[in-house]
């Protein structure tokens, strides 16, 4: 991507060419996107301003690397068929069982012999179709050497029906062929398990050869024990007990399970997906009858099963099947989530790592995490949504009744709270305005540029996902590209995972939330698919965001923010406050001349439009024009009554303040700048520039510059000028410097050197400047109530006479917050993006460069002391002298 430098240093020397005006463009790539013709109200009256108050210089390109590799066929490749060898040599597979160790399989007891006694020998994997050699490429089959049943299994019955079956020698680990994991929890989330097997289709139907899939629904016990015959309750004396799993398909068309075969979930980690077994099939009826079967759940036997392997030889201990341990034992042979899957065939599968449903992230820098001063908690975040503001949920405001103290952010700095707002209708332990926003005690101390996480303002999300934050372990959630296996490493990370939206029909949450009505305060989002255990902890008060491009320009957005979501909203749904149902009171905070416009509003007559003579609502002549057009501050004109004309985007503005750009007061000369300069040939940028100097022992120091204005007239800083008339101006614009004498100057009346208020001043010169290529002159910027989104600070460089960096307005309330004096209407307030701090001298000069070509004089620098740590800039807005400008121009 061509990168645009910020900071443009202009060499003005006899060995520059014309030609210095096109390689200045290529250096800064200037075209009409990167200086927009965008304006910036001088007032905020909004909190949908974020793309303009933290405008964004440079643009920022999207990269999205697709990754391809060839995988076989691995869904299954812990699922083998157990067969019994006949006399004539073919085999008959009549069950099911899982790898769960090189040369273990688990199945059930009643597999372990057939109706005849016998004991099976043979068990097969890496083959999904079983009477076909088309796929055999990937088939190992292995010899049964030892049968164990659980001790307490009883042909006569359905209890403790689990076994293991020890193999000949250890499988060869493949794609195809690899152990699963065992789901050790006693709770069962999952709303829907998988069943596999080569089952029977149908009632009296063939057994089909190809391994077919079953989605199944967990359901009550209770619920079972009331399904079965007496001929099948004989078998369950004693009912169905926590040892068995009820599980139900009701679409009533699928097939029925292989005896032994896995009941099994899908869980993710690594941008992969491992298969957990819940449970082993027992016993069920026939398909097609919506009847629910019942299942053997592992959990209960895992002492069990792990000592019986130790006694065998395998290396297996207590930690083996502990969730994260097994999952990452094998990522590097497992399937990857179908989220990031591009295209898939037996023999290659592309993917796309950008669509990963989580990430590690060293840490976003619009996030802060929230502390008290006893570290009574560490679960609360907040996002920055300005330069001294945290918006959180309330939820995070309190632990035993004690606020938090400060905020830790870019991960080393810190911030102490000043204040902290509660939403009103806040109460603890309800999902309800459950928002907060937290003052600090000074300005974070944020990277230049940087730029806060702006606003949404609609119900409405234009995106079906959104980014969430969570923390987690670095191994689990480490992306697999190369399909190598993962060292473990334990150390937390923080994360971000993509969540899609839900709506209030189809939104699940936790248990003790399930019934929660939910509301348009409220937004549900998160993943179908369930994670490893110990993957991802939801951060609390962390933003649902996502980037969005504004003209061109990508800025993070916040549209929620997270109240609560067990694994970070995988498997059951998070839920967040949606900043648009909150946006009234969020205003009410930060904006202290809110108030509510649907209560102030006073519509003259409707069939007034644009340019109608009407009545303020304090009884002044006015004329209808647009809000942006009229130059009486917004809060004098809600003060005095505000009336619209039609709508509330066009107001009656008195006829005085209106239409300053026309006003009878302005200089003809001044008027007509725009049309000259567009007529005239223009050379060098700095053509209508002048240096100001005084003459010491014959030699001219110059320390100020001006804008040339009319062919006898120059602006320039009051404060520049000090209190001895400048002798000479030399024309910067001229590859031969050419110097003119000064005649006077003339500082305004009411400049006040100590507030830096009224800072301007009028040079005039004895001889006139004609206009030609390389003299022209500056527009003045006469917009009382908007300037340009984009300027350009010119300023003195110590190698060269002239530098400029690109600037950007903010409001005066911004600069007001960290500047010693008071900010005047008459001054505006910009910010840079390359500098933390204030460095200003009363030669700098605030310009604007219209795309049609002429070049408008915005603002002059209002001198600083020195380089200070003031944060903004501040400078004299020429709009509002141009009344004297013109009254005192030759």
């Not at 309190?398 to 109460?427: D, F, Q, R």
């Not at 911004?814 to 500098?835: A, G, K, M």
């Not at 795309?851 to 209002?862: D, I």
């Amino acid at each position: 991507m061509k990168t645009v430098p910020l900071i443009v240093k202009f060499f003005l020397f006899c060995c520059i060419s014309c030609a210095f005006t096109q390689d200045a463009e290529e250096m800064l790539d200037i075209d009409e996107e990167i200086i927009p013709n965008q304006m910036f109200p001088n007032e905020r009256t909004t909190l949908d301003d974020c793309h303009l108050r933290f405008y964004k210089l440079l643009k920022e390109g999207e990269v999205k690397p697709a990754f391809g590799m060839p995988v076989p066929l691995k869904e299954f490749a812990h699922m083998g068929a157990i067969g019994w060898t006949q006399s004539h040599g073919s085999i008959l597979w009549q069950c099911g069982g899982t790898l769960i160790w090189d040369n273990f399989v688990l199945t059930a007891a009643h597999c372990a012999v057939d109706a005849s006694n016998q004991a099976p020998d043979v068990a097969r994997f890496g083959d999904i179709d079983l009477f076909s050699a088309d796929d055999d490429m990937y088939a190992q089959q292995l010899k049964i050497v030892e049968i164990i049943r659980h001790p307490e299994h009883r042909f006569a019955g359905y209890y403790h029906d689990i076994a293991l079956m020890r193999l000949e020698k250890n499988v060869r680990l493949h794609d195809t062929v690899a152990p699963a994991c065992l789901w050790l929890d006693d709770e069962i989330r999952f709303r829907q398990l998988e069943a596999t097997g080569w089952g029977k289709t149908g009632f009296a139907e063939e057994q089909t050869p190809i391994l077919l899939k079953v989605i199944l629904k967990p359901m009550p016990n209770e619920r079972c024990d009331d399904v079965y015959n007496q001929e099948t309750t004989r078998k369950l004396r004693n009912g169905l007990q926590e040892q068995h799993l009820c599980a139900v398909d009701d679409r009533m068309d699928t097939c029925e399970g292989d005896s032994g075969g896995p009941l099994q979930t899908k869980l993710l980690h690594n941008s992969k997906v491992t298969p957990f077994i819940v449970a082993i099939t027992s016993f069920g009826s026939a398909c097609g009858t919506s009847t629910p079967g019942v299942y053997t759940r592992v959990a209960p036997y895992h002492d069990w099963i792990v000592s019986t392997m130790q006694k065998k030889g395998a290396k297996v201990d207590e930690n083996t099947y502990n969730a994260t341990n097994c999952a990452l034992r094998y990522a590097h042979l497992r399937e990857y989530d179908d989220a990031i899957i591009m295209e898939k065939t037996i023999e290659f599968t592309s993917y796309n790592s950008d669509l990963a449903r989580i990430n590690i992230i060293e840490y976003e820098n619009h996030l802060v995490e929230i502390y008290w001063e006893n570290d009574t908690r560490d679960d609360c975040h907040g996002v920055i949504v300005d330069e001294d503001t945290i918006l959180t949920i309330a939820d995070c405001t309190h632990s035993n009744g004690v606020p938090p103290a400060y905020v830790t952010y870019l991960g080393e700095k810190s911030m102490p709270i000043a204040k902290i707002h509660i939403h009103p209708g806040y109460s603890r332990n309800q999902p309800h305005n459950n928002i907060a926003i937290l003052k600090m005690e000074a300005f974070l101390d944020l990277p230049i540029p940087f730029q806060p996480s702006c606003l949404w303002h609609d119900h409405e999300i234009p995106y079906s996902t959104l980014r969430g934050f969570g923390y987690g372990r670095t191994d689990i959630n480490s992306f697999d590209y190369y399909n190598t296996p993962i060292a473990h490493d334990a150390t937390p990370t923080f994360l971000t995972m993509s969540s899609t939206i839900f709506n209030e029909s189809n939104c699940v949450l936790p248990g003790k939330y399930s019934t929660l009505q939910l509301s348009r305060e409220h937004l549900c989002a998160g993943n179908d698919i369930f994670l490893v255990p110990e993957s991802c902890r939801l951060l609390l008060g962390t933003p649902l965001d996502e980037y969005k491009y504004i003209n061109d320009r990508k800025y993070h957005v916040t549209f929620a923010l997270s109240q609560f979501g067990r694994d970070c909203g995988f498997g059951e749904y998070l839920l967040a406050t949606r900043l648009a149902s909150q946006m009234e009171w969020i205003k009410s905070v930060l904006l202290p001349t809110y108030q509510d416009t649907n209560s102030a509003l006073t519509f003259v007559d409707r069939d007034l439009q644009e340019g109608s003579r009407c009545e303020t609502g304090s009884g002044m002549e006015g004329r209808c024009v647009p809000i942006r057009a009229c130059s009486v501050p917004w809060r004098e004109l809600r003060s005095s009554g505000t009336a619209f004309c039609s709508s509330s985007s066009v107001i009656c503005c008195p006829v005085t303040t209106s239409n300053n750009t026309g006003s009878n007061r302005i200089h003809p000369e001044l008027l007509a700048c725009p049309a000259l300069v567009r007529e005239k040939p223009r050379g060098l940028p700095f053509s209508s520039m002048v240096q100001i100097g005084w003459m010491v022992k014959g030699r001219g120091q110059f320390r100020c510059f001006g804008s040339i204005i009319t062919k006898f007239t120059v602006v320039t800083s009051a404060s520049c000028l000090g209190r001895v008339v400048p002798q000479v101006v030399e024309l910067l614009g001229e590859v031969q410097k050419n110097s003119f004498q000064v005649d006077s100057m003339l500082k305004h009346p009411e400049y006040n050197e100590t507030q830096n208020t009224n800072d301007i001043a009028l040079v005039k010169l004895r001889k006139a400047l004609t206009w030609g290529e390389h003299v022209f002159p500056t527009c003045l910027w006469t917009n009382l109530t908007h300037v340009p989104l984009v300027m350009n600070m010119i300023f003195p460089d110590s190698t060269h006479p002239v530098a400029f960096e690109q600037v950007t307005p903010m409001y005066n309330t911004d600069c007001q917050r960290t500047h010693p004096l008071t900010v005047q209407r008459s001054q505006i307030c910009v910010r840079s993006y390359v500098r933390p701090n204030t460095c200003v001298t009363g030669a700098d000069q605030l310009r604007w460069d219209s795309p049609t070509g002429e070049s408008y004089l915005v603002g002059m620098a209002v001198k600083a002391p020195a380089c200070v740590n003031w944060r903004y800039m501040v400078f004299t807005r020429v709009s509002s002298f141009v009344d004297w400008i013109s009254d005192n121009v030759r």
